[in-house]
């Protein structure tokens, strides 16, 4: 049987509300106290228990403890923006082949949600070079990834949208910027060869020039979705219905594979395109 392991001091955990299916994220400390709105919750209560075990609030209420899932941490990041949903962020992952190792640029690293999830997925061996215009969205972004013990994987840094990038010969780029098509040169001239770049726009006028500065850069493969998520409610009197409400459409989503074809490269460094 495997070792449990138990919850410790320094370790962030989910706390979730048995009845009203709420949840909060925190990090454990010495004599440390969660206010909810059933009881304080005492950290010192909740080390050295096991994920999935049962505390109790001030008042008696039941919540359950684990260890936070990414899709927990993305969700609970302190926002400065709006963030990629998980829905969205599982199709972009797919569109950029993410793995292992790889060496990622990030355009537009606003609150960080979906900058842990890249992290997460690449591994130690892996680099996320973020960038962003807003000194005060990288430090907001900086705490969150901290809080999610994945520091060590992520550079950060300012950058504005049509300049070069520092990083050569990346495994994908994602960009999240209000005028994305500014930065595909930039982004051809990064990625290696029949690698992706992937892009989230909210408006229909800014997929259409996305798409077609995509075409004329040296990208193909392209491909637009929305996805539309829809919870469904299980009870066992009433039946199985959808809820009333659900998270529609949040982004247009662009993917695309990078040419290998000859063209002026963005800065004067650049190795440009290879004789073929």
């Known amino acids: 049987m495997q070792q449990l392991r138990k919850l410790d001091y320094g370790e962030s955990v989910l706390v979730w509300d048995e009845e009203r299916k709420k949840s909060f994220l925190f990090v454990l400390k010495p004599a440390g106290e969660l206010g909810t709105h059933k009881g304080k919750i005492l950290h010192d209560e909740i080390v050295g228990k096991v994920e999935g075990s049962l505390i109790l609030s001030s008042t008696g209420a039941r919540f359950r403890v684990f260890r936070p899932f990414v899709t927990d941490q993305m969700m609970k990041v302190q926002r400065k923006t709006q963030i990629i949903y998980p829905k969205d962020a599982a199709w972009l992952v797919l569109a950029l082949n993410i793995k292992p190792g790889m060496k990622i640029i990030e355009i537009g690293t606003g609150s960080g949600a979906f900058t842990i999830l890249l992290a997460q997925l690449i591994g130690p061996d892996g680099k996320v070079y973020t960038f962003d215009r807003r000194e005060d969205f990288l430090k907001n972004a ?101 809820f009333e409400k659900m998270v529609g459409f949040t982004g247009y989503l662009i993917s695309g594979r990078k040419l290998m074809k000859c063209r002026k490269p963005v800065s004067s460094n650049s190795s440009g395109c290879p004789s073929l």
């Open 142 to 242: 900086k705490e969150n990834i901290k809080r999610a013990g994945l520091e060590d994987r992520v550079v950060f840094d300012l950058l504005n949208a049509g300049d070069p990038f520092p990083v050569k010969d990346v495994d994908a780029v994602f960009l999240d910027l209000p005028e994305p098509w500014i930065a595909i040169p930039a982004a051809w001239d990064a990625l290696a060869p029949g690698k992706a770049i992937a892009i989230i726009v909210p408006t229909a006028e800014q997929l259409k020039k996305s798409v077609e500065t995509l075409k004329e850069e040296g990208f193909a493969v392209i491909d637009t979705v929305e996805i539309l998520e829809r919870r469904i409610l299980v009870r066992k009197k009433e039946g199985v219905r959808p």
